[in-house]
């Protein structure tokens, strides 16, 4: 099993990014999926989960109506569109998924959101 996010970056303050998260090894469009961020010096938190076929979707109150969990069940990658970014939306953001018993988590890609 293999989750490899891109897209992030360095982002004024307003401006938006688009997380991608490319997998294999598993049947994708069986399991939900997240995406957790951790910001410096503090603990990884849940941002926002995918159910499976992209029909629910949750977000941490934080980045309610600012994030976009979706995903494309047919190219196995689930995105997050952040808008409206602010500076404590500086984190490492990871994708995570579980599935055939177990938890798999991507490498991360850094988001800083700063002037």
């Known amino acids: 099993v293999q989750l490899v996010e891109s897209g992030g970056g360095l982002v004024q303050p307003g401006g938006s990014l688009r997380l991608s998260c490319t997998t294999s090894?598993?049947?994708?469009?069986?399991?939900?999926m997240n995406w957790y961020r951790q910001a410096p010096g503090k603990e990884r938190e849940l941002a926002s989960s995918?159910?499976?076929?992209?029909?629910?979707?949750k977000y941490t109150d934080s980045v309610k109506g600012r994030f976009t969990i979706s995903r494309d069940n047919a190219v196995n990658t689930v995105y997050l569109q952040m808008s409206s970014l602010k500076p404590e939306d500086t984190a490492v953001y990871y994708c995570?998924?579980?599935?055939?018993?177990?938890?798999?988590w991507g490498q991360g890609t850094l988001v800083t959101v700063s002037s």
């Open positions: 995918i159910s499976y076929d992209g029909r629910f979707t």
């Open positions: 090894g598993f049947t994708f469009s069986n399991y939900a």
């Open positions: 995570n998924t579980r599935a055939l018993g177990r938890e798999f």
